[in-house]
């Protein structure tokens, strides 16, 4: 099939690879979000999809929304019988859908119909899911609520960052999304309407949903932490300072009792307080600096006793 692939960040490098070297498939265009801003000196840089559609010759699609005329004309004149899309990044509307004669095929990164929305492995994190996959649907104008095509599984593991676990399913995922583009063309493959029960939203996740709350039980802490792990990034405040932080990890019942928040420093690891037991910090990294191990920033700070994080 002719294809055109919508996709922006690095997740979606996987599965646009695993187009590019299918016999079957000829990718004859890209849409991508436009250069975006980046580094200190603010410099436009091309997404991941865009930067590997250039390495290949690809024609690049960039329109600042979807419904402009003139990307709608560049769309037909590409003539794709169908459009896959991952993680591409805006709402596409019904005249861009219509266009090819398949539709526009999404693999979004959850077992639909949960976790619809722009931040789904997040989401599995955050609320201790156990199992979680990948999904093939029929783009529509709904917040992922298409018939799908296919799905795969992945097991969460106790310790899955969201990069981890997004790894993963980018990899599987592609391989799902280039199954669904075979069958869609050998016509073997028909999309199912989602089931009715089981739907929970996924909102994108902003640098104040990543603030953690010492009040909190660790086992929450724990999983917000890992699931806003590598983006945004999960922060608290020292001496009035933010300080990210990486994963941290519980300590058992009754070693050590400290109030929300409350520090304690020792030779090899630093503790804090939370409504439950302890947690070990991993990497923190203080404002302007590189990450580093706790223990190292606790002997530079020279922590005093009763001195806590907010």
């Not at 599965?15 to 000196?41: F, I, K, M, W, Y």
């Not at 070990?280 to 700070?301: F, I, N, S, T, Y």
Request: aromatic share 4%.
């Amino acid at each position: 099939m002719r294809l055109v692939f919508a996709g922006t960040p690095e997740p979606a490098v996987p599965a646009l690879q695993a187009l590019l070297d299918s016999p079957r498939h000829e990718v004859v265009g890209v849409l991508t979000r436009p250069d975006a801003p980046a580094g200190r000196g603010r410099t436009l840089v091309r997404s991941p999809i865009g930067a590997l559609a250039d390495a290949h010759g690809i024609p690049v699609l960039t329109p600042a929304r979807p419904r402009e005329p003139a990307f709608l004309d560049e769309l037909r004149a590409l003539e794709p019988d169908c459009v896959p899309v991952v993680a591409y990044g805006a709402l596409v509307p019904r005249v861009a859908l219509d266009i090819p004669r398949f539709g526009w095929v999404n693999l979004h990164f959850s077992l639909l119909p949960a976790w619809r929305g722009a931040a789904p492995v997040q989401a599995a994190i955050k609320h201790g899911d156990e199992i979680t996959g990948a999904t093939t649907f029929l783009l529509e104008e709904g917040l992922d609520t298409g018939p799908s095509y296919g799905v795969v599984t992945d097991a969460i593991g106790e310790r899955d960052t969201t990069g981890d676990l997004l790894g993963r399913l980018a990899r599987s995922g592609a391989q799902l999304l280039l199954a669904t583009m075979d069958g869609i063309e050998d016509g073997t493959l028909r999309a199912v309407p989602q089931p009715a029960d089981g739907v929970s939203l996924a909102p994108k996740v902003s640098v104040a949903d990543a603030r953690v709350d010492w009040s909190a039980p660790a086992l929450g802490l724990d999983r917000l932490i890992r699931s806003v792990t590598p983006e945004p990034g999960a922060w608290c405040e020292f001496r009035d300072a933010r300080l990210g932080l990486g994963p941290v990890t519980p300590v058992r019942t009754g070693e050590v009792e400290l109030k929300p928040g409350e520090l304690r420093a020792e030779k090899k690891r630093v503790l804090v307080g939370t409504a439950t037991v302890p947690v070990q910090l991993g990497e923190v990294r203080p404002v302007g600096k590189k990450a580093m191990p706790a223990a190292d920033w606790a002997r530079g700070m020279r922590i005093a006793e009763g001195e806590a994080l907010t």
